[in-house]
């Protein structure tokens, strides 16, 4: 038998962090299906650096067509037309190349960028109840975002910054060389080398700061979202304050990471300086020493100045890139860790659809515990034969929900097996299971969005003749035309705008447009006043007619006509049989009705 989920341990499904390079290995399968278009764009990348690292040289013929001396009648006849059309042929084509590899590899970051994000969000759905129930949303929402914007800024950084940056030293420095004494070479690498190491010293210094930037960052929007869900609660006890507080809290922390993050990034900035002034310093001196003895020109001296100022420009930038890639790969690297998570529940290799051919449910000795420490179920045994309804009573904390979410197979069981048909729902897939199994939750939760389409997520692509069939079902119907929109009314986010009842009657609705074999209803009518709930029980009886049923309820009422009463108290059951069988036991099923009929008794 396979190891329960919830025998691991809380860590053993949180995988840990890679390093830079198997990070970047992650991210170029997605790249790779583009790798035409990858080398389209850096052809036109060495088209613009050869095209940028020949303007100084036409610069310098340029400047030694002109060198005449005064005086000399030529100064009138000599204007090099040709030198300036192709200075100015130069500069377009640098400019022509740069948008014409943008344009060109636009398609590949966008397209690798939506696959991984797809990727996520699909992983993030076949991810167990468990994570869910444990994650932070704001902080969960902040890494993705993250994630998929470092996917542009590293493909942007390499490929438009860092790449062209290295073919234009090496052409620098191959011209500097072969044109000219070695010294220009060697200070040149000499001034790269010490700049290099510099910033990479100086960056991995600061990476620290930054780190705790995102991290108090997230923490400060996972309160603000939680704080902005929980509204009514926060109105309810007067706790505005208390909030603004909290979040006032994290965002001073924020704030004084950010300030030693400013100092060090102004350290990085005047270090760079200092030695970028310091190698074009030294150039210029060998230049000017070259002119002096006639071993060069005033064109060679101007070549030179042109070629430091190219290349030192995007060196300028050089702490911010290495700084912004070590953090885009620290960003990417957290959603593909969300990609790794494993999942708690999971289809086993070859796992066949299921078949419901009856509709008969067996909870064959099932012990289940949502910790290794507390079992919540205890060698639970019972069937639900096809087209009967069996219902589950008992205490708060009996366990009944959790029946309900283990047949939805949200969670494995410990021991035991669950079966329909006679198939284990652990060896058929669980798309299969889920669409043979219709649910009313106990606490419904809408979708930001129309009456009409929360109402057809039951069955996406109804009619809208079938969608109003299961709100008369439901009886919502009379309220939704009640409303100026109808059923195109918001009902805000998770469901807000509406009333306990109407949520639910709306989760209702949807679940009878769904029309599965397996129905369960965990509370389907807590939130509803007598009338309604009488009404909508008597629907809901004609609807699970002729369909297996498991009824969660507290309120004994609604279950009298099932066709079997499961009592369970602390995971086991301790009576079963109906309803006028229970009663005529005076065991607890007939101590809980004698208790709530007391109560409503007194209520009346």
């Given amino acids: 038998m396979r190891r329960a989920s919830s025998d691991l341990p809380p860590t053993a499904n949180t995988p840990r962090a890679h390093s830079d390079a198997a990070t970047l290995r992650k991210l170029l399968p997605y790249l790779w299906r583009y790798r035409w278009r990858v080398v389209f764009a ?25 060198t005449i001396p005064p005086g000399d009648v030529r100064a009138v006849l000599v204007v090099p037309i040709g030198l300036l059309i192709a200075y100015g042929a130069l500069r377009l084509s640098t400019t022509l190349f740069t948008e014409l590899r943008e344009l060109v590899f636009a398609k590949a970051t ?7 994000s797809l990727e996520v969000f699909r992983h993030l759905h076949s991810l167990s109840l468990r994570f869910h129930l444990e994650r932070q949303t704001g902080g969960m929402t902040r890494d993705i975002e993250r994630g998929t914007r470092a996917v542009h800024s590293l493909i942007s950084f390499s490929l438009y910054s860092i790449v062209p940056t290295f073919i234009e030293v090496t052409l620098v420095l191959t011209l500097l060389g072969v044109k000219f004494d070695a010294w220009f070479a060697w200070i040149t690498i000499a001034a790269l080398a010490l700049y290099i190491t510099f910033t990479i010293l100086v960056t991995n210094w600061r990476t620290q700061f930054r780190k705790q930037m995102n991290e108090l960052d997230s923490t400060a929007h996972t309160k603000a979202v939680d704080s902005l869900l929980n509204y009514e609660t926060v109105k309810y006890f007067n706790n505005e304050d208390y909030e603004a507080r909290r979040y006032d809290d994290s965002l001073e922390r924020l704030r004084r990471v950010a300030l030693k993050s400013q100092t060090t990034l102004s350290i990085l900035n005047t270090g760079q300086q200092l030695i970028i002034a310091t190698g074009l310093v030294l150039m210029l001196w060998r230049a000017t020493a070259g002119v002096t003895a006639g071993t060069m020109t005033l064109g060679d001296l101007v070549m030179v100045n042109a070629f430091m100022i190219q290349l030192y420009i995007p060196l300028n930038f050089l702490g911010v890139i290495y700084r912004e890639l070590k953090q885009n790969l620290t960003d990417l690297d957290k959603m593909f860790t969300l990609m790794e998570r494993n999942r708690e529940v999971d289809d086993v290799p070859g796992a066949k659809a299921l078949e419901v051919t009856q509709g008969r449910v067996r909870f064959e000795h099932v012990t289940f515990g949502y910790e290794p420490a507390r079992t919540i179920l205890h060698d639970l045994s019972f069937e639900i034969p096809p087209g009967k309804t ?52 106990q606490d419904t939760v809408l979708f930001n969005d129309t009456v009409a389409y929360n109402i057809a997520y039951g069955r996406t692509g109804a009619s809208r003749g079938e969608i109003e069939a299961a709100a008369k079902a439901a009886r919502i119907h009379d309220f939704i035309m009640s409303t100026p929109k109808g059923y195109e009314t918001m009902v805000g986010e998770r469901g807000l ?23 369960i209803f965990d509370e389907a009518t807590s939130a509803l006043d007598s009338a309604n709930e009488r009404a909508i029980q008597a629907e809901l009886q004609g609807v699970a ?36 069988e229970l009663l005529g036991r005076n065991g607890r099923y007939a101590e809980m009705w004698s208790l709530q009929q007391s109560s409503v008794d007194e209520a009346a």
């Fill in 42 to 66: 850096l052809a036109f990348m060495v088209g613009a650096k050869l095209a940028n690292v020949g303007v100084p040289l036409l610069l310098k013929e340029l400047v030694d067509s002109l």
């Fill in 110 to 116: 966008e397209g690798a960028s939506r696959s991984i």
């Fill in 390 to 441: 069996v219902a589950v009573v008992g205490p708060s904390g009996a366990g009944k929900s959790t029946l309900a979410r283990l047949l939805y197979r949200f969670y494995d069981v410990n021991a035991g097996a669950i079966t329909i048909d006679g198939q284990d729902i652990r060896q058929v897939t669980q798309t299969s299971l889920r669409q043979a199994i219709g649910i009313v939750p």
């Fill in 497 to 519: 705008k509406l009333s306990g009842g109407e949520k639910q009657r709306v989760a209702i609705a949807r679940t009878l447009l769904k029309n599965p074999p397996i129905m």
């Fill in 545 to 580: 007619r002729n369909k297996t049923a498991l009824v969660v309820a507290h309120r004994l009422s609604t279950v009298v006509d099932a066709h079997q009463i499961l009592v369970m108290e602390q995971g086991r059951i301790v009576e079963r049989g109906t309803h006028a």
